[in-house]
């Protein structure tokens, strides 16, 4: 048991692991976008999920104890491919779509060990099953182990594995590790017998359709939450670095307590499930209020998806199956559903609605499997009182942000007793209960306006999240999440003069307006509303790289910057990276602005995205990084990665006050002449070259953003609140 346990967790822990290291080979290759790391996903999840249909096909057409030592000649035969030799990848010379690219690349590199690794957790769970252990009789705790090895990869790579090895170490050190697996796997092939069963016995299937429909939406149900509340922190609760970790090691977590030997799980959290289902759905709308304590945001989300993931997994572990064929069908059934919530959060709903409705069609559909219950013993019709009920529930959550618009503890006390006590008579018929997040998805619209107070002039949501352009006392802006991407006043006197970060008196401001440079040509990278625009005089010329395509959009549709400039303008869309490799113009200023709130385009920033700077530099061109971030401190480990390039650095952080925002820029130049009018005229701070060795520079094979956190940012969130009041 104890080497069919290290066997699960050693391949859980590098199937993750790898799944971390091969997104981060493609970025440099393809690019820093989302897609890159959304085609990497459904490669991983389908792969696990071929990997889950192998094993019960296989286990259902050949006697186990036959075909497990072929299963160890395949698991043998994977170390022929990537384990072997170290991954490169290479974008050019392509000639198929950008995706299929992806997939046939994974495929020919990683595919044959993702595969094996894939199977091994419910491959050792049937090994069990058929072997003359003591422990054959349970063989699910297995499944614990396999996500404790998830958890633990989980943790372990940004703090351990991406803060102290490059790309080339990490790949050698799993080899080591994988190395390690095949000899346990081995000890065990040889340290565990199977008992010879016939194959009828085999083939009987403990399954209902009903339980197989429960498994599915209870598995689908659970991935939509984590997913949700990983889109809610990251976009709408605080741009704070590594924040995403949180809600996969919960949902990691709560596999780990319900599928060990011992399941724990309260029994409160399925007999109050109805408060927690309340709780959740007011908070949520808290969130998009935007006044609610950060602190408490974190707390109190990351407790209802703990309670949630546990609900779901509990309900899993409970209509497990017993015969051996069930076995691999549950976590056929488990994969399937997990695959299909993620494709619907990721891929289907940024493209059919403009708000996070994700979360709240998680919350219905854990209700909808709590009524599939009470059909099998018999329907139950809404009554009038209920309906009612649901009526009052929907009024409240439309009135209550218009009459309370900040934050009150008071008010927020009574709301939650209010909507708890409605929820109470409401569980006795889950119909009820499932009628109200039916009535609260269709009033999306009409409530999220309720509650974030805002005049939106337009929302736009895709993969890189959602778009808001909002006008609010005369001033016109583009939000991202907590993130602003620019603001305008719609005033014509002033509707000419850059706002935000990009102010006359701000850093790149006085760099553009000074005498001392004569820019001719210059390249933008990230175009926002496009505020550059304005500084532009009729001589010059500017190269907008925006990577997505609704922000052109949005600004040329909103926004009169670009149309008002005086200079030419043209727009590249797509990777800055990639578009610049394939261009041969040269710039005497590049301007580096693609960095929203933790999601840190790395390989925008690395010693060899530096030198392609330099190569499309005019003689005394600069490059200036737009770095203001109030969790991250940028300049340590850009100086010394400039420092590795042999370019002279600087940098300069200016106040803010009204419509215009603290800012801070970074930049760089191989300019003897250039560099002095910086720190001379400009009055920009040279960094200190003994301070910032010690970071080590970022490469396209090494960066790591924990290590430029600002703790001290982190901690003031705590303390610095007002738990009781906040306006």
Not at 533 to 559: C, G, H, N, R, W
Request: charged share 15%.
């Amino acid at each position: 048991m104890v080497i069919l346990s290290t066997v699960n967790f050693l391949a859980a822990f590098l199937l993750f692991q790898l799944e971390l290291i091969v997104a981060k080979l493609f970025l440099p290759a393809y690019g820093g976008s989302y897609s890159v790391w959304g085609a990497c996903v459904v490669f991983f999840q389908a792969t696990l999920l071929l990997g889950y249909v192998y094993v019960h096909w296989i286990t259902k057409t050949f006697p186990f104890y036959k075909y497990a030592r072929w299963h160890f000649l395949l698991f043998s035969l994977s170390l022929l491919g990537f384990p072997r030799r170290l991954l490169v990848f290479d974008a050019s010379g392509s000639f198929f779509p950008f995706v299929i690219d992806v997939f046939l690349k994974l495929s020919f590199t990683i595919g044959p060990v993702f595969f094996v690794l894939s199977t091994m957790s419910v491959f050792s769970q049937r090994w069990l099953m058929s072997s003359r252990l003591a422990a054959a009789s349970d063989p699910y705790r297995l499944y614990a182990y396999s996500n404790f090895g998830s958890f633990a990869a989980l943790l372990s790579y940004p703090f351990f594995f991406e803060y102290y090895f490059d790309l080339k170490t990490q790949q050698m050190i799993w080899r080591g590790l994988y190395i390690l697996l095949v000899v346990v796997y081995a000890l065990a092939y040889f340290r565990i017998p199977l008992q010879k069963q016939k194959k009828e016995e085999e083939e009987k299937d403990s399954m209902s359709l009903y339980e197989v429909s429960r498994c599915f939406l209870l598995a689908a149900a659970g991935v939509m939450a984590f997913l949700a509340v990983t889109n809610i922190l990251t976009y709408e609760v605080g741009p704070i670095p590594l924040l995403w970790i949180v809600p996969l090691g919960i949902y990691l977590l709560s596999f780990v307590l319900n599928f060990k030997k011992r399941c724990w799980c309260p029994r409160w959290i399925s007999s109050k499930l109805h408060i927690t289902l309340a709780l959740s759905l007011l908070l949520f709308f808290f969130l998009r209020h935007k006044s609610f304590p950060l602190f408490l945001q974190l707390l109190g989300l990351c407790f209802l998806l703990f309670i949630l993931c546990m609900y779901c997994q509990n309900q899993l572990i409970n209509h497990k199956p017993q015969t051996k064929s069930g076995l691999t069908k549950f976590y056929v059934t488990i994969s399937l559903g997990s695959f299909l919530g993620g494709v619907v959060v990721s891929w289907i709903i940024p493209v059919l609605f403009f708000s996070y409705i994700e979360f709240p069609l998680s919350l219905f559909i854990i209700v909808f499997t709590m009524m599939m219950q009470e059909i099998e013993t018999g329907v139950k019709r809404i009554r009038i009182m209920e309906i009612f009920y649901i009526i009052v529930v929907a009024l409240t959550l439309l009135i209550w942000p218009t009459i309370f618009k900040h934050y009150h503890a008071l008010a927020f006390l009574f709301l939650v007793v209010f909507i708890c006590l409605l929820f109470i008579p409401l569980n006795r018929n889950r119909r009820a209960l499932a009628m109200i997040f039916s009535v609260v998805i269709v009033l999306m619209p009409y409530l999220e306006s309720a509650w974030t107070g805002y005049h939106y002039i337009d929302r736009v949501r895709n993969y890189y999240g959602i778009y808001e352009v909002i006008y609010e006392g005369g001033i016109k802006a583009l939000n991202h999440g907590q993130t602003l991407h620019g603001m305008q006043s719609m005033y014509p006197p002033l509707s000419r003069h850059p706002l935000g970060y990009y102010g006359h008196s701000s850093s790149v401001g006085e760099v553009l307006r000074s005498e001392h440079f004569q820019f001719k040509n210059i390249g933008a990278i990230g175009l926002g509303v496009g505020t550059f625009a304005p500084y532009l005089k009729s001589f010059q010329t500017m190269d907008f790289f925006e990577l997505d395509k609704d922000v052109y959009k949005i600004a040329k549709k909103y926004f009169t910057y670009l149309d008002e400039a005086e200079g030419q303008i043209n727009y590249f869309i797509g990777d800055a990276r990639l578009t610049l490799d394939k261009m041969d113009k040269r710039y005497d200023l590049i301007i580096a602005d693609a960095f929203s709130s933790d999601a840190v385009p790395f390989h925008l920033l690395t010693a060899e995205m530096m030198l392609k700077y330099r190569a499309h530099l005019m003689e005394k061109g600069l490059v200036a990084f737009h770095i203001s971030n109030r969790y991250l401190n940028f300049v340590p480990v850009l100086a010394n990665t400039a420092y590795v390039v042999g370019a002279k650095n600087c940098f300069k952080y200016t106040e803010g006050g009204g419509n215009f925002l603290n800012s801070h820029w970074f930049a760089i130049t191989w300019n003897e002449e250039t560099f002095r009018i910086l720190t001379t005229e400009l009055k920009w701070v040279a960094s200190d070259p003994q301070k910032v060795k010690l970071y080590r520079p970022w490469t396209d094979q090494y960066s790591n953003v924990l290590k430029i956190v600002k703790t001290d940012e982190l901690l003031n969130t705590i303390k610095n609140f007002n738990y009781f009041s906040m306006k």
